[in-house]
């Protein structure tokens, strides 16, 4: 394999600006919340279902001077060349420790707005001078913001509680529907009202 088909081969797998030498292993997860209330009679009843952040867990591993940074052209690739495994797992941490959305590309997907949640690094006698690493990474789920110009605390009754002040138009006042017995009761200055009270009939 030459070099340029090297380089290609390489940038199949991407963890940000990050592309490993070997990928061991991807296991991608994605799940579905759903909402479970208990009723009294019968299973728990589900009204809604929202989906979690996507995440993967991707086994990978760095040996001495096969780290590539950021799809490197040819002219410029052997440059960066040539990382000590030390050195590559400084840049994960430090991929990890910018908690700066990035994108990754595996084999089956490319995700999007991923962040480095967890770094596995095991050393041993057969790994001393490559890294192997887990990388356990997870999307976040970005959304947006709008400002609502709203009255000023101070003319609220129940500060946050009160809602923005709208202009409804012109309102025109009625007047309530009154009985004929209420009527009669208020032309009588409320004798009508008192007999009918004293005798068990309500006055509307």
């Known amino acids: 394999m030459d070099i340029i088909s090297t380089l290609f081969h390489l940038q199949s797998r991407r963890i ?3 592309i490993p030498d070997v990928v061991i292993s991807e296991k991608h997860s994605d799940a579905l919340e759903i909402t479970e209330h208990p009723v009294e ?3 728990a009843i589900s009204d809604h279902a929202y989906r979690r952040p996507a995440e993967v867990v991707m086994e990978l591993g760095f040996a001495g001077g096969g780290y590539l940074f950021d799809f490197a052209d040819v002219s410029t690739a052997t440059g960066s060349l040539g990382l000590s495994p030390r050195e590559v797992y400084e840049n994960i941490i430090k991929l990890q420790r910018e908690r700066t959305p990035f994108d990754v590309v595996t084999g089956k997907r490319l995700y999007q707005n991923m962040l480095l949640r967890n770094v596995e690094v095991t050393t041993d006698r057969t790994s001393e001078n490559v890294l192997m ?4 990474l997870r999307e976040i789920i970005i959304t947006s913001t709008s400002t609502v110009q709203v009255a000023d605390k101070s003319n609220m009754t129940e500060g946050v ?3 923005a002040v709208e202009n409804s138009g012109v309102k025109t006042p009625t007047k309530p529907n009154e009985s004929i017995v209420g009527k009669l009761n208020n032309a009588t200055g409320g004798f009508i009202g ?5 005798i068990g009939v ?3």
């Open 16 to 18: 940000g600006i990050i």
């Open 202 to 204: 309500p006055v509307k």
């Open 41 to 43: 009679v019968g299973a």
């Open 133 to 136: 690493a887990v990388l356990t």
């Open 161 to 163: 509680n009160t809602s």
């Open 194 to 198: 008192g007999v009918l009270s004293f």
